[in-house]
């Protein structure tokens, strides 16, 4: 399994908790306090996941590269992320009780559990990227194909980015990065 198929699983297995967290308080079997706090929960182990992903998507990468071992950065969910995350789903919960729409909930509850698991990945695999002194930039790995119309302008045929350079991406985006070590020198960027 590769890394992104294991974010893609994580990401599956935390909507599956989300979705019957959400089953549960239409039941009534969970509060409105403790349907927000468990959502946050399922979130916030779920994001550890995908941080612990990325870690391992860049040990992974830099062992290729470099041919030799290379530490795991251990990337570590800031606690206000858990506070987030509960207002999230809280926001999600009051519109389910003002519009009694399940199935918007739902959807909702299941693109934030994708979003973020993914979103965690990144920007483990981007820290990681930005602090490694062998790391001289990154390319755009455009996956799974086809990718959006505007992740293929983001790519700009391969284009090596410094490795300080943020990757743009968007909700849900899949695309990840490659690093560059000293081999292949990064171009500047010039902002107009």
């Not at 009694?100 to 990681?128: C, Y």
């Not at 086809?146 to 983001?154: F, M, N, V």
Request: aromatic share 6%; with cysteine; charged share 25%.
């Amino acid at each position: 399994m590769t890394v992104q198929e294991a974010t893609e699983q994580t990401g599956r297995d935390v909507v599956d908790q989300v979705l019957a967290a959400l089953a549960a308080y239409q039941a009534g079997t969970l509060t409105a306090d403790a349907f927000a706090a468990l959502v946050a929960s399922f979130l916030a182990a779920g994001k550890t996941a995908g941080l612990a992903l990325g870690d391992a998507a860049f040990v992974a990468q830099m062992q290729a590269a470099t041919g030799t071992a290379h530490a795991f950065p251990g990337t570590v969910l800031p606690e206000s992320e858990v506070d987030r995350l509960q207002r999230a789903a809280e926001t999600i919960r009051t519109d389910l009780d003002r519009d009694q729409n399940a199935e918007k909930a739902a959807k909702r509850l299941t693109r934030l559990a994708e979003a973020e698991i993914k979103k965690a990945a990144a920007d483990a695999l981007a820290g990681a990227i930005r602090t490694e002194e062998r790391v001289t930039g990154w390319v755009r790995v455009l996956e799974p194909a086809p990718t959006c119309q505007l992740c293929h302008w983001w790519y700009r045929d391969g284009r090596v980015w410094p490795s300080d350079h943020p990757m743009p991406r968007h909700t849900g985006c899949d695309c990840t990065q490659r690093i560059v070590t000293l081999s292949e020198p990064a171009k500047p960027v010039r902002y107009h």
